[in-house]
């Protein structure tokens, strides 16, 4: 025991050492971006813009990266044997693309149909937010979160539907604000049997 019990003390040293090369690393390139710019990087303002960016990075932006969510999403038995569609809407949600490094602003719909294994609907937001929080295209994220889904709860009869403003759209490029991507895995029943059903619950 007191052996194992060292042993994972260690993992964790190494894995806060690791991230702390990390932040070192981020931090240096923020330094080098804005001194490529000409800014001014001892202005009292600016200082701490580096470190700011590189904390906000690795915890927050992009901490799903760095996240094994597996453990936080146990199943339960589907003791009372419901059958009907699971549908968690308007759910919000944040991420970035990874083309531009710009903020995408969505809404989401995720569904699933119950076997034998059903999940806390909280859950279903978190493998998104785990998903979004990483340098993403929308069309992946969509993939991902029905796939982990999907094999959580050993079934093919999940959706996705996410709603987006992606700021790479908006604020460069094409330029147009409001502009909203949309996208759609709908596997198993959602596919055919029950689409008009599952829009219908949507609207
Ligand atoms: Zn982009």
Do not use: W
């Amino acid at each position: 025991m007191m052996h194992s019990a060292a042993a994972n003390e260690k993992i964790k040293d190494l894995s806060t050492a690791a991230k702390s090369i990390k932040h070192k690393r981020i931090e240096n390139a923020v330094e080098e971006i804005l001194d490529a710019l000409g800014l001014d990087l001892s202005n009292d303002s600016l200082r701490e813009t580096p470190t700011r960016v590189a904390k906000m990075y690795l915890n927050e932006i992009f901490g799903g990266l760095n996240e094994d969510i597996s453990s936080v999403l146990k199943s339960f038995e589907n003791s009372y044997g419901y059958k009907g569609m699971v549908i968690e809407k308007d759910i919000p949600f944040q991420s970035h693309c990874e083309h531009h490094l710009l903020p995408i602003l969505g809404r989401a719909a995720i569904a699933y149909i119950p076997e034998d294994r059903v999940l806390g609907l909280s859950k279903l937001n978190r493998i998104l937010h785990h998903f979004a929080r990483r340098p993403q295209v929308q069309e992946r994220l969509t993939m991902q979160v029905a796939d982990m889904l999907s094999e959580t709860l050993q079934t093919d009869d999940v959706a996705v539907i996410l709603e987006a403003r992606h700021l790479c759209v908006e604020m460069r490029g094409v330029r147009d604000r409001g502009a909203e991507t949309s996208t759609m895995v709908l596997r198993g029943r959602f596919e055919k049997e029950l689409k008009e059903d599952f829009f219908r619950q949507l609207n």
